[in-house]
């Protein structure tokens, strides 16, 4: 990484800090990230703000999804009750085609930046079929988690 860093900042002003924040070729349960084959490709970056207590709902990406934790901790719930968490500052690359619920156990805002490597006319999401008893949009009731005190870095919770 010093050589990117070392390389970056030869080809800019020297007085301009370049940090990686994340480089991998898997997600952040192992996967080999692999780009799909679009007619039109086409990159989607959004902040998306959960207030405490909110849930995205169960969903999944058929798309390659890259996220920077702005403020807050985004805890993750797989379906196999693997929970992890992403504190303030940390970087990931999301679970591809695996269902998930991205939760804000805090009690102040949560803010993330995501890049979806997508194609004009496909969804950035897939929303998990629900009961009629269930909605897409859920409130986590339970007790505040631990945010983890390494920044950078995810932490599992054992559930």
Known sequence: MVLICSTARAQY????????????DTTSIGQK???????ENEVTIAKITFP???STGWHK??????????????TVELENNKVT???????FAEVF????????????????????????????????????????MHVFLGKKSAASEVKG???EVIK
């Open 85 to 91: 968490e992403f504190p303030e500052n940390s970087t």
């Open 61 to 74: 990406h058929e798309i390659p999804v890259f996220a920077y934790v702005l403020k807050g901790t985004l």
């Open 33 to 39: 990230i692999v780009y799909p084959q679009f007619k």
């Open 97 to 136: 085609n695996t269902y998930h619920n991205g939760v804000n156990k805090g009690t102040e805002d949560l803010v993330l930046i995501a890049f979806y490597m997508g194609g004009k006319g496909i969804p950035n999401s897939v929303v998990k079929e629900q009961t009629k008893e269930k909605s897409t």
């Open 153 to 155: 870095e995810a932490k």
């Open 52 to 54: 405490p207590g909110v």
């Open 13 to 24: 002003n020297k007085a301009i800090i370049i940090e990686p924040l994340l480089k991998t």
